[in-house]
């Protein structure tokens, strides 16, 4: 099928979203092209889920510059978007006395960088802010203005932000050639070609393959796969960090961390394995025994007796280091290499380029905006009254679908029914958390499939558990 549009953006995760809810603001026609099934199936799924505070970064990078903007508009953005964030801040940790002139480095940075809220913790107050670390710590640098966020959360809201303004969504649509055009681009994505007049390239770890299609050879860029692993543990009653606790980093990235998520589970990790599969998510038994290791530097105690699951992610990595981001060929717009910090990032990269597209198309605001959509507040973070108004107001919130994270059948069937809906098992878990417990799914899993295929009009064994061939069930008897 042919399709026309003036603006195309390959790629819906944080970044393609991002942009796409910017540009929705204008008077324009937008397509946002995606090969997987759902928007954050990338690596904006599959990360720490952490707004870095931007001492990290090198100085004059656009990096560090996007890092810091980025992590002063997350908590206004999560509480328009009514997305799950925090702002525990952080502590990078020196376990030997030779690591204090890397805390030391990673401070001057941060001055250079802009990043309040900056200062060197000696051990004995250290250990008074986190009881449980591990007691041969020698200093730490903390970053009070580091949060967490649910980061397929906030895609998500970005997504149907931007639906609600008129943005169209492709899934399922693999991008396999670019070409130029007189009026633009002609793009092949999946069985369709589409032709566009600008063309936005966040591609995540394929968006170096778009670039190198449209630029001569000392042009090309290079991206390296590197896979993280992770094992995530049960909310307990008590947090044992309230902070998210960093290790001295090295070449290969921030190092293992711990760290409560924006849900209240614990989160190990990530490693960081360089690897040819750019789409080789698969968990290894040497990788989660490493992340597992590390982590007890950190914190001694660490057992993995309340582990619910454990998911890698790959980090798209640019072999000079910093982003590739702005108009790098006349209409063609990119973000590549958006590894860490680049969820950070993302909301302030949206705003800078979306503004530089508009200008550069001479494109008018909207004279009204859609409001973000709302979300319901969770069942299961209700009080006992507000629980009873909710299932007089709609029956299905008094049937419990989730037992592990208490999701009623309300939840699920909304989940599906936002701008941007569920259409898989996972997009139900990352949308409504029904899945996300200590049974992953394995009370839950059959009746959500059945909610699914209710609400699609799809027979049951259409449903699958996320992108691809991944059907649930294989036939019926």
Not at 212 to 229: D, F, M, T, V
Not at 298 to 315: D, H, L, M, Q
Request: hydrophobic fraction near 40%.
């Amino acid at each position: 099928m042919r399709r026309e549009t003036e603006i195309l953006i390959i790629g819906a995760g944080v970044v393609g979203c991002a942009m796409a809810r910017v540009l929705s603001r204008y008077e324009t026609e937008i397509l946002v092209a995606e090969r997987m099934g759902d928007v954050a199936e990338g690596a904006s799924k599959a990360n720490s889920g952490i707004v870095h505070a931007g001492f990290d970064a090198k100085p004059g990078t656009d990096k560090a510059r996007l890092n810091v903007l980025g992590a002063k508009m997350y908590p206004a953005l999560c509480a328009e978007l009514n997305v799950p964030y925090k702002g525990n801040g952080a502590l990078v940790v020196a376990f030997q006395e030779e690591d204090r002139a890397t805390i030391e480095k990673l401070y001057d940075q941060g001055q250079r960088n802009g990043v309040p809220g900056l200062r060197i913790v000696e051990r004995e107050e250290l250990l008074r802010m986190e009881p449980n670390l591990n007691p041969s710590a020698v200093c730490a640098l903390e970053a009070s203005t580091s949060g967490i966020v649910s980061p397929y959360e906030l895609v998500y809201a970005l997504a149907d932000h931007a639906a609600l303004n008129g943005v169209a969504f492709a899934f399922n649509k693999p991008v396999t050639r670019v070409e130029r055009t007189e009026n633009g681009f002609l793009v092949r994505a999946g069985e369709d070609e589409i032709a566009c007049r600008v063309l936005v390239n966040c591609a995540g770890i394929g968006s170096a393959e778009i670039h190198n299609q449209l630029h001569k050879e000392e042009e090309k860029l290079k991206l390296i796969p590197r896979r993280g692993e992770y094992h995530v543990l049960d909310h307990p009653e008590k947090a044992p960090f309230e902070r998210t606790i960093f290790q001295c980093p090295t070449a290969m990235g921030k190092g293992v961390l711990v760290t409560p998520t924006a849900h209240g589970n614990i989160l190990l990790g990530p490693t960081a394995e360089d690897i040819a599969d750019g789409t080789d998510v698969g968990t290894t038994a040497g990788g989660l025994a490493d992340a597992l290791e590390k982590a007890r530097l950190t914190w001694p105690g660490v057992s993995t007796r309340t582990e619910v699951t454990n998911f890698a992610g790959i980090r798209a990595h640019e072999v000079k280091g910093d982003f590739i981001v702005g108009e790098t060929a006349p209409g063609l717009w990119e973000a590549v290499g958006f590894e860490s910090p680049g969820l950070t990032s993302a909301p302030a990269l949206a705003e800078e380029m979306g503004a530089a597209i508009a200008a550069s198309l001479q494109l008018r605001k909207k004279e009204t905006i859609a409001p973000p959509y709302r979300k319901a507040k969770p069942f299961n973070e209700m009080t006992d009254d507000e629980r009873r108004e909710a299932v007089t107001a709609d029956p299905l919130n008094g049937v419990l679908i989730c037992r592990c994270e208490v999701v009623t059948e309300a939840e699920i069937r909304a989940a599906i029914r936002r701008p941007v809906g569920a259409r898989t098992v996972d997009g139900v878990k990352r949308r409504c958390r029904a899945g996300m417990g200590r049974c992953q799914g394995g009370f839950c899993a059959p009746r959500v499939v059945e909610i699914l295929a209710e609400e699609l009009g799809l027979p049951m064994t259409a449903i699958c558990k996320g992108s691809g061939d991944s059907y649930m069930l294989t036939g019926e008897i």
